[in-house]
């Protein structure tokens, strides 16, 4: 059985769209998360202006 290695334009389109929209995503995710925790933990969370860039 021979098995040709390849993938059309379009399946290698819409799987690299779908890994760097993932990528992005997951990075925005995190840093949501942080600015959060960090507004959190802080004793002034309202006082910081760093902490309002993702609202």
């Known amino acids: 059985m021979h098995i040709l290695n390849y993938i059309d334009p379009g399946a290698g389109s819409l799987l690299f769209q779908a890994i ?17 925790l960090k507004r ?9 202006p760093t902490t309002d860039e993702l609202i």
Not at 40 to 48: H, I, Q, S
């Open 40 to 48: 959190k933990l802080t004793r002034n969370g309202e006082d910081d």
């Open 20 to 36: 760097i929209s993932g990528a992005v995503t997951t990075l925005l995710f995190f840093k949501k998360i942080k600015v959060y």
